[in-house]
């Protein structure tokens, strides 16, 4: 995985250029994968792309709903399918949202989630090394392990700062 953002980005930044390079990274990776990001996986990805904290399924059906006719469920949910595969977004599990990523990695790529306690912004870092020993580990068990996923709960650098 390569880190091409900051982890969590500052709170000024210019969002609106984060959000125009997340889009531009969605669709270089479905054209090298001949898929097809449709409008509603796009109008699906920019909801998730408004802030850096995950939002709920529901939360991105209320998001849509303020541009266009309220969608299925079902329909945001297969866009979700959709964008996870690809790795354009990913899956919180404690908190049973979606978090749009914009880093150059692929669906299988190990990631921990760093979550701040008091933004709700979260953050990834590289775990690969973290996953092959948690692998490991659960393997000398006769475990075969199929996912991992670390969440790390903490506080930002930008929120011990203030």
């Known amino acids: 995985m390569r880190l091409t953002k900051p982890t969590f980005p500052a709170p000024g ?3 609106g250029r984060c959000t125009a390079d997340a889009i531009e990274h969605a669709e270089k990776v479905c054209k090298v994968r001949a898929q097809k990001l449709t409008p509603i996986r796009r109008q ?9 904290r995950p939002l709920g399924a529901y939360e991105v059906i209320d998001e849509l709903a303020k541009s266009m006719p309220l969608p299925a469920p079902i329909t945001v949910y297969r866009a ?17 949202a979606f978090l749009a990523c914009g880093h150059d990695h692929d669906a299988a790529a190990m990631v921990a989630f760093l979550i701040c306690e008091f933004c ?5 870092i590289p775990a690969a090394v973290v996953a092959q020993s948690l692998n490991a580990a ?16 903490g506080i930002c650098a930008h ?4």
Do not use: W, Y
């Open 120 to 124: 709700g912004s979260v953050g990834e």
């Open 44 to 52: 699906v990805l920019e909801a998730l792309l408004l802030s850096h």
């Open 13 to 15: 930044h210019d969002h």
């Open 159 to 162: 929120c011990q700062q203030n």
């Open 80 to 96: 979700l399918d959709f964008l996870i595969a690809n790795g354009l977004v990913h899956r919180i599990e404690s908190r049973n």
């Open 138 to 153: 659960a393997r000398t068990t006769g475990f075969a392990p199929k996912m991992s996923v670390v969440e790390i709960t």
